[in-house]
DNA sequence: CGCGCTGTAGATAGCGCTAACATCCAGAGG
DNA sequence: CCTCTGGATGTTAGCGCTATCTACAGCGCG
């Protein structure tokens, strides 16, 4: 009774198998898999059971070869291989979501890295695009700003959506977060709590975000009617030892010290807070300090940081969906808003009477 | 003077542009991508010059399809796409080496993951095999102890590498570091700075490396033969609340407290020093405390961890190379060991005179 | 001078799939 | 009864490469 043939020197069921089995042709078996309408119900049922059966999966190169259609979706980051700056749980995140909605479409994620400071990263991008012909592309910052590349992926007529990128300009799709707004509302948190000489520390001024934020620190003063003193508002890079520095320079720089510092992102924040430790002030009693970002370090500080919650995940994903709305022929929505949401933890509080007392003593010292 | 013919309806150029304009056939256009043998010099420079100047990428579909290889290494992650847990810069790290090393090589790393504790792991690893057809597979903690898949790979013939599993048997190359004495070194770290009550904090018992660190940590008592106290282990799960539940048993507990704490991971040693802060204690004047992988948190604490770094993107380079070492026939030596580094930071100081003394004073009150 | 050998190159035949066209057949409409 | 239509299937060709076989020139050797 048992079947035999199955030839099987391999692991490999081939389309061809899955035919024979059902008896069927291969185009029917391919329609089956490409979910095409007109195949008979009845058909569509046995040669889906023999699939099941054989645990037959299509051989992706060889789909791709002949459908013009790769069924990748390349993650583009900043940086070179051997380099890799920047927060991990950024990338794991944008990639987690960009894997997810992947998974789900029957789409593979190819993660690769490209150095948009060098001249040859136009070639880099080509070269990738040939050999992998991904069906779309999503760019994470700052790769989403380089009109170079933009340029390129335009020419080569690949889709692609973007991940807040400079300017939300442009027919592709776009995802982001209102900087501005977010760095507001945190702001605002600060100087509701009572604070009125707020330390902001800013981000590179070359990412566009960084401006944001400041824009948004700037506009919650004025919406408050707080004098700005632009002594306050000192440069940062998004790291630990910048933010260390940023803190240094406002709390021992001969001026009366903030009683609250806003960081423009959670490593600034940690830095900050080291500083403060040094200092021997308690936060948030002495020191109210607040992060961008919540990311993975916020928890783990001690007090946990105060900051501002945007779903990077839910950014990876939304930008894959733009892509593949993209390759699908519908228009997707162009530019996509991801919520931001204050997580308030425990380096933020009231200024204490006496960090108030001993600020207006040294201001009464400075003049 | 100008060419015409140059079709180019599309970007693509394929081998056959390459081959007419070098005056060569197909195959010897494929030989000079192949860096075959048999191929003249002057032909060689000549085809390759063509290849330049016309920016010719082969296609890596056709190339797979046909080639039955596929220049894809996939590196396999634990964890549903939609969950993902664990530390992020342990990830970004293997993968950093890893596609490091892919590139150098003409490979491209495919990141998936798989949840191996679900049933259907083996069934999703199977279909992966089969569409993406990975030359070699580089399995991250905790996969590469799942006895299940390895026998899977085994038998569908995907050479494969394992990072840090929990047994370094078996013929296929294994990348790992040498817990127990990395372990054992930090402790005696803490040992020669005059500690002698010392806390571990233990990760979760079902990891591997989490058993061989605990023995390097007896072992080192053993060896300075300073006697084991039970009450100062205390379980740990490798999150940041596990190792602040983990302190407060120690340091809270109605037991003397230790004067130096060595959590089993970074992240656990982040949880004890909030919770040292929040006792008040300062690190390390009053108590010592250390770390173990040296990841991204490491540096933003206060004070900074004293840590026992291994190399991450080291292991995933190092796997790599053995994956590629496999698919090339050569047999690579089947364990490597990483070396690892103890990272003196501020987290680690000798016991503080004072503190010693509390401790003896407590310890008279006690018996 | 024939023999085999080696190094170089071309010709041929697909890899496993699917686009595009061809075919078939039932049922509607004349 | 013959078209015509359109859904369900089959047939053919070939995507861009490379494994494999074949061709042939040049050379040494007995």
Redesign the pocket.
């Known amino acids: 009774m048992k079947r035999r043939k199955k030839s099987s020197r391999r692991t490999?069921v081939?389309?061809?198998h899955v035919a024979e089995q059902s008896?069927?042709?291969?185009?029917?078996?391919?329609?089956v898999?490409?979910e095409s309408?007109?195949?008979?119900e009845?058909?569509r049922v046995r040669v889906q059971k023999v699939i099941a059966q054989l645990g037959?999966v299509?051989?992706r190169a060889?789909?791709s070869?002949?459908?013009?259609r790769s069924w990748w979706i390349a993650l583009l980051f900043q940086g070179a291989a051997r380099e890799l700056r920047g927060d991990p749980s950024y990338v794991v995140e944008l990639q987690a979501g960009v894997i997810e909605r992947c998974v789900e479409n029957g789409y593979h994620a190819a993660v690769e890295r490209l150095d948009a400071s060098t001249p040859i990263a136009a070639t880099q991008l080509r070269e990738l695009v040939q050999q992998l012909a991904p069906d779309g592309v999503v760019l994470a910052p700052p790769l989403s700003s380089s009109e170079e590349l933009l340029a390129l992926l335009r020419a080569l007529h690949v889709p692609f959506a973007r991940v807040a990128p400079r300017s939300t300009d442009g027919d592709e799709p776009v995802v982001f977060i209102d900087d501005r707004a977010a760095s507001r509302q945190m702001t605002e948190h600060l100087l509701s709590l009572g604070h009125r000489r707020i330390g902001f520390v800013q981000g590179p001024m070359q990412r566009s975000y960084s401006v944001r934020r400041m824009a948004g620190y700037r506009a919650a003063l004025r919406a408050w009617k707080v004098r700005e003193e632009p002594a306050l508002i000192v440069p940062g890079d998004f790291t630990f030892e910048g933010g260390r520095m940023a803190a240094a320079q406002l709390l021992g720089g001969g001026m009366p010290p903030p009683t609250a510092i806003f960081a423009s992102n959670d490593e600034s924040a940690a830095g900050c807070l080291a500083d403060a430790h040094q200092r021997g002030l308690r936060v948030p009693r002495d020191l109210s300090i607040a992060g961008f970002d919540d990311t993975y370090v916020a928890t783990m500080l001690y007090p946990p940081l105060t900051t501002m919650s945007q779903s990077i995940r839910e950014m990876g994903r939304m930008a894959t969906d733009q892509v593949l709305q993209l390759i699908k022929g519908t228009t997707p929505s162009q530019a996509i808003r991801i919520e931001h949401r204050l997580v308030e933890r425990q380096s933020t509080a009231a200024p204490a009477v006496a960090a108030v007392a001993a600020q207006e003593k040294s201001a009464q010292q400075v003049p």
Do not use: D, K, Q
């Open positions: 490999t081939t389309i061809r008896g069927v042709s291969l185009m029917t078996v391919s329609r898999l490409n309408p007109n195949v008979a009845a058909t037959f299509p051989h060889a789909r070869l002949r459908a013009r």
